[in-house]
């Protein structure tokens, strides 16, 4: 559990690592090749972790060097992957591209729902049969066989971020093009988009589209992971909390911009340099609204912390989440700290409060769990999180990192670990 003693602004400067969601795939984009995939500024997280235990099942060899990591192995990967391993993380599921399109076949289990929501995959399968995959529900497993992928047109009904991901990996060993029309373009999409390019397959992008011409063999590559938006994301919305100044180190300011422009909004003073981002807050946050979407919208990843910090708001807040249809784990947790919310369908009405008074809450899951850290920095007294290991599933270091930001913030073991 994280214990935190709040009510204090946060200070100082703040080093934001890889990001786990441009990490996980080009984990498995690893899978495409036989030859080393060397891989910079990939962050020390649960998920991480994960990942790359499920492409060593697969036979590949991983080995960590200072802060990358290399992923090694000549024979084409094995053709099924633990039902554990996809069941503990949903990106996983990413591994059916690859593996079907090294191998010919592959089986691997469909990934439940989760805390968020439902979560199909019915996009990935839509569009890995429009690359001639023969694709067979069995049990809750998805068996799929190519006698060679080809490459096609695909429409994505929805931006889905992972469908995008799934067709650019199995389009990079496909023959031919792939276009998919109405791809989601979030960095991390990009990024996985430029580690395929340097391992010889050509991904292109236009307007609402994306191409990717595809190679029957691709070689090794040596990539560098962008920083993680989400990490910088929620140090910012910690520091709109609680009041101060806090700069966050080595981004790509532009990879924030709607919450950006929102903190401005919101009456906060915001400078950014070439690869840093710094607010100043001197005053109460004027209240929002804000709706989630695809990027370039405002991700849905920061709704939940953004809720905490407009808890505080002078104001009444509107905030719709239009991405996944159940992202409101931290609601009830917030209420319990003293914060002012309804909630009506898809939409919270946020009405800010003097202060929130510390007590015992729990994560439900990631960013929810993030948002009640944020909630904690910000509130008097003391707040327990508990199953705080969701965290650790996406924040390096977090408790550390907020330690050189002044808070007073420490972790003890739960009964879980
Ligand atoms: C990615 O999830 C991220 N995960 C999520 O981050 C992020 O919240 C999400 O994109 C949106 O930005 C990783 O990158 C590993 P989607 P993903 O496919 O790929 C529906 C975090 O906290 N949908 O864009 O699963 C789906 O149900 C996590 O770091 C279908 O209906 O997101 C959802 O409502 C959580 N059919 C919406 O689309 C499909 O086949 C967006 O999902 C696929 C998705």
Redesign the pocket.
């Known amino acids: 559990m994280i214990l935190i003693r709040g009510g204090r602004p946060l200070r100082g400067e703040v080093p934001i690592s890889g990001a ?2 441009a990490a ?2 080009a984990i498995f984009a690893s899978l495409l090749t036989s030859e080393p995939v060397r891989l910079e500024n990939v962050p020390r997280l649960a998920d991480v972790e994960t990942a790359l235990q499920l492409v060593q099942a697969l036979g590949k060899r991983v080995r960590w060097e200072a802060g990358a990591v290399v992923i090694e192995q000549q024979a084409p990967p094995t053709a099924s992957p633990p039902a554990e391993l996809v069941g503990r993380m ?2 996983s599921f990413l591994c059916l591209g690859p593996i079907l399109a090294r191998r010919g076949q592959a089986r691997v289990p469909l990934p439940g729902g989760c805390a ?9 399968l839509k569009g890995l049969a429009r690359l001639g995959a023969d694709l067979r529900l069995r049990e809750r497993w998805v068996e799929a066989k190519a006698a060679g992928l080809r490459g096609g047109e695909v429409y994505l009904d ?6 995008t ?1 799934q067709l650019l990996l199995a389009g990079a060993l496909a023959e031919g093009e792939t276009v998919i029309l109405n791809p ?1 373009r ?1 960095p ?1 999409v990009e990024d996985l988009g430029r580690l395929l390019s340097a391992m010889g397959a050509e991904v292109s992008w236009g307007e609402k589209v994306v191409r990717v011409r595809g190679r029957a063999e691709l070689g090794g590559a040596r990539h560098r992971v962008i920083p993680d938006r ?1 990490e910088a994301g929620t140090y910012l919305l910690a520091a709109a909390a609680c009041g101060g100044t806090v700069r966050v180190r080595g981004v790509v300011p532009q990879h924030l911009g709607a919450l950006l422009v929102k903190l401005r909004e919101a009456a906060l003073e915001v400078e950014r340099g070439r690869d840093w981002v710094e607010v100043v807050v001197k005053d109460r946050l004027q209240a929002l609204t804000v709706e989630t979407r ?1 990027h370039p919208g405002f ?3 920061l709704q939940p912390p953004l809720v905490s910090a407009l808890t505080l708001a002078r104001g009444e807040s509107v905030v719709r989440e239009t ?3 159940n992202r409101f784990g931290h609601v009830p947790e917030l209420v319990r700290l003293g914060a002012e919310i309804r909630r009506q369908g898809q939409t919270l009405l946020v009405q800010g409060v003097e202060r929130l008074v510390g007590t015992r809450v729990a994560a439900s ?3 929810a769990g993030a948002a009640l850290v944020v909630a904690g920095l910000a509130a008097h007294g003391c707040t327990q999180v508990e199953r705080a290991w969701h965290l650790r599933r ?1 924040y390096q270091g977090l408790v550390e990192k907020l330690r050189g930001l002044g808070a007073e913030i420490w972790e003890e073991a739960d009964c879980r670990e």
Do not use: C, M, Q, W
């Open positions: 786990k969601n996980l795939p949903r990106a968020i929501g439902a979560r199909p995959v019915d996009l990935h929805y931006p889905s971020v992972g469908a991901e989601a979030e991390e989400i695809p991700p849905t990843d991405v996944f249809e899951d990631l960013r996406g």
